[in-house]
Nanobody, 117 residues
Framework: VQLVESGGGLVQPGGSLRLSCVASGFTFSYYDMSWYRQAPGKERELVARIISTGAIRNYADSVKGRFTISRDNFKNTVYLQMNSLKPEDTAVYYC???????????WGQGTQVTVSS
């Protein structure tokens, strides 16, 4: 099982980034997928979640209206489009998959996002 994130980097405030997470080793289309982030000295927090079919999406209040989560079940990929980035968005962003029976949780290795001028 692998979740491989990419797309992180350094961006100026107000800029945009698109994160991708490619999944392998499990039936991606059966799993709800999420993006979490963890800033230095802080707990990991949920940023956005999308259910297996893509029909329902949820966002943390801090990113509503700026971030969009999406998925392509043919490409086994989940995306996070991040616009109007702020310095407080700086964190390591992790891809998460949850599903199956019994329920299984998978994590990616993380990708660093730094918002700074």
């Amino acid at each position: 099982v692998q979740l491989v994130e990419s797309g992180g980097g350094l961006v100026q405030p107000g800029g945009s980034l698109r994160l991708s997470c490619v999944a392998s080793g499990f039936t991606f289309s059966y799993y709800d997928m999420s993006w979490y982030r963890q800033a230095p000295g802080k707990e990991r927090e949920l940023v956005a979640r999308i259910i297996s079919t893509g029909a329902i999406r949820n966002y943390a209040d801090s990113v509503k209206g700026r971030f969009t989560i999406s998925r392509d079940n043919f490409k086994n990929t989940v995306y996070l489009q991040m616009n109007s980035l702020k310095p407080e968005d700086t964190a390591v962003y992790y891809c998460n998959g949850r599903g199956g029976w019994p329920q299984t949780v998978y994590w990616g290795q993380g990708t660093q996002v730094t918002v700074s001028s």
